[in-house]
């Protein structure tokens, strides 16, 4: 990343010009050798796991998916100089491919390579993304006779790409989709086609510039976004196309640095989007920020055979990230807020330091979203304090109490939050608006806060908790839940919760096996023990919670924050009203009682807004000020 565009699109830093002063040749060789060295141990990983897909189509393995057999065969060629091997692959995807001129699905893939139970819209896009990159990169591997097949075979694909129309507001697919049809268009010589996905890139960019990463900070997808984007930077024959892919990546990088704490051991802290692990410690983003240098810690188990792209775009003729610089720039402790949608209050908020993160998004995302999420730095592996509403009695996200979405893909799902909250610094305020009214086969409802089992400190009303001894432990309304690990401290109350039907809500400290066995326990209001005569459509909530900084000893007298916290919840004519005077301010709240989102929220009586990206009140542009 060069200092023009740092400064063009970059963090705006001050300081900028002092801290990015000339970089030694022997920094740069160091930086180039351990580059090289995590490329090999990703190689190594995605060898292993690659040595079964060929096993796996020798014996019509029914799990196996097509981007799999295409990340494969983009591996043979990268990593093995192997055109036949990789020839062979796709001629096995080329086979599945409907190339019949008349039919209403021609050019499209299945997502399985020997069964038809998922059908998902988006296999064209992660069917074809490799396809592109190994035609324009390694076509001197390749025989005349597969290259002819295969321009076929993409000229097909393209058809299928442009006839399949995901919202520029989803982010990984609408980028994919983008990114195959330029590489492939530039592939086969279709220049209409070429031309469809530089106008798709410039309404990708322009939407986001205006109203921020809509699928945001996901440990899953923005991973796709960067494996993408890079591919496409490298391969594009497209000068100024290239540019303004470079731009994107910085962009995404800069999201990606400001909301990562390698002392949290995530690959994003903060809300997400999307995020499969609802206890907090996986997502494919942690390989990329490993492999491109941005954090140093390696708790990886296996590579994902879908990031072979990494071994292509962060050699020196790719995109290569100076994370070094990047890391430099961003301050220990920083507060980073930022738009992921078209209306104002789709507003996410980070307040990171070296001890905790505790951060917010409004809105509602989807059924794998993380709306509020508290990490406290540590050396044992503590799950991601949560909220999830839960109808399954198993909030954690464990197969389960997983289910298939509509694709067929087996996926963990809460119901949605439909949140209003407000954060400043370590302080928030959460207005939940439960809506059970199409939920089918309800046997229970209950708001979880998911703790970390193995923190150093649990505690009820200042009562000390043995999380490796507790299994139910009886709580009432207002009672203080706390957490102590290390120097930082979180304390959480439940202001007001609805009760669904006659019985009053029931409040516990719970652990149970399968959370135990992950190091996760529950302090959990179940709205419902049993299946409810009623379905509530507006079913409120009402938290506030406390995240700081405390000393050993000091946890008792850092959860007193909340047990005289000023904190109300009034609903008189149809409208609430909620105020809470926490530590960092004052936060009010006022809609009606049928709303889903808030007529007036203010922290001290103003109402919080936000840029696309920021941090600590400074905005970070995507595009220059002339655009």
Not at 182 to 204: F, N, P, S
Not at 422 to 434: I, M, P
Not at 459 to 467: F, G, I, S
């Amino acid at each position: 990343m060069t200092l023009k565009r740092v400064l063009r699109n970059g963090l705006g830093f001050a300081v900028i010009a002092a801290s990015l002063g000339a970089v030694v040749l022997t920094a740069q060789d160091d930086a180039a050798a351990k580059r090289a060295a995590r490329l090999q141990k990703i190689a190594a990983g995605l060898e292993q796991n690659f040595s079964k897909t060929q096993q796996q189509l020798d014996s019509k393995d029914p799990t196996l998916d097509v981007r799999g057999v295409a990340g494969y065969a983009l591996f043979r060629a990268i990593s093995h100089k192997d055109g036949p091997g990789a020839e062979q692959a796709w001629r096995d995807i080329f086979h599945l491919q409907d190339m019949r001129p008349d039919s209403p699905h021609y050019g499209e893939l299945p997502w399985n390579v020997f069964n038809e139970d998922i059908k998902d819209e988006n296999a064209i896009e992660f069917g074809t993304h490799f396809l592109g990159p190994l035609l324009l990169g390694y076509g001197q591997l390749l025989s005349p006779e597969f290259v002819k097949e295969a321009h076929a075979h993409a000229s097909a694909a393209l058809v299928a790409l442009q006839r399949h129309h995901p919202p520029v507001s989803y982010t990984n697919i609408f980028l994919m989709n983008t990114d195959a049809t330029i590489l492939l268009a530039q592939a086969v010589g279709d220049k209409a086609q070429a031309e469809r996905g530089r106008q798709q890139l410039a309404a990708w960019m322009q939407y986001t510039s205006q109203y921020g990463i809509h699928e945001f900070d996901s440990p899953t997808y923005t991973a796709e976004d960067l494996n993408d984007l890079s591919l496409c930077a490298h391969y594009t024959t497209d000068p100024e196309e290239h540019a303004e892919l470079v731009a994107a990546l910085d962009y995404l990088w800069k999201d990606i640095a400001l909301n990562v704490s390698p002392a949290m051991h995530r690959p994003l802290v903060g809300s997400h989007s999307r995020d499969y692990d609802f206890l907090g410690r996986s997502g494919g983003l942690g390989l990329l920020e490993w492999a491109a240098g941005l954090i140093d810690e390696y708790p990886f188990k296996g590579v994902d055979p879908s990031k072979v792209g990494i071994l292509d775009y962060t050699q020196p003729n790719g995109y290569l990230l100076d994370a070094a610089k990047l890391r430099s720039l961003v301050p220990d402790t920083r507060i980073v807020t930022q738009r992921w949608g078209e209306n104002e209050s789709q507003i996410r908020y980070t307040y990171i330091t070296p001890g905790f993160a505790v951060g917010i998004a409004n809105g509602d995302y989807g059924p794998q979203d993380r709306m509020f999420a508290v990490d406290l730095a540590s050396s044992k592996p503590l799950p991601t304090i949560s909220i999830v509403p839960d109808r399954f009695d198993a909030p954690y996200g464990l197969p389960e109490a997983q289910s298939k979405d509509r694709s067929g893909h087996v996926k963990p799902k809460h119901m949605p939050l439909h949140p209003v909250f407000l954060q400043k610094e370590g302080s928030v305020l959460a207005l939940l608006d439960l809506d059970l009214s199409g939920e089918k086969g309800l046997t229970s409802a209950a708001t979880d806060i998911i703790l970390p089992a193995r923190a150093d400190e649990v505690r009820l009303n200042k009562t000390a908790v043995d999380a490796g001894k507790l299994s139910t432990l009886d709580a009432t309304p207002n009672d203080v839940i706390g957490v102590r690990e290390a120097g930082s401290c979180f304390a959480l109350r439940f202001v007001h919760v609805d009760p669904l039907g006659t019985e009053p809500p029931v409040y516990q400290l719970k652990a149970d096996a399968a959370g135990r066995a992950k190091g996760a326990i529950r302090f959990v209001v179940y709205h419902a023990q049993k299946t409810p005569s009623e379905l509530a459509k507006n079913l409120r909530v009402m938290i506030v919670s406390e995240t700081g900084v405390c000393p050993a000893g000091g946890l008792p007298e850092f959860m007193d924050k909340l047990d005289h916290a000023n904190a109300s919840f009034v609903r008189k004519d149809g409208r609430i009203n909620v105020h809470a005077t926490l530590a960092a301010g004052k936060f009010d709240v006022s809609m009606r009682d049928d709303a889903r989102t808030a007529g007036s929220e203010t922290i001290d009586g103003v109402t919080p807004h936000s840029p696309p990206l920021a941090y600590n009140g400074q905005s970070i542009p995507l595009l220059p000020p002339s655009k």
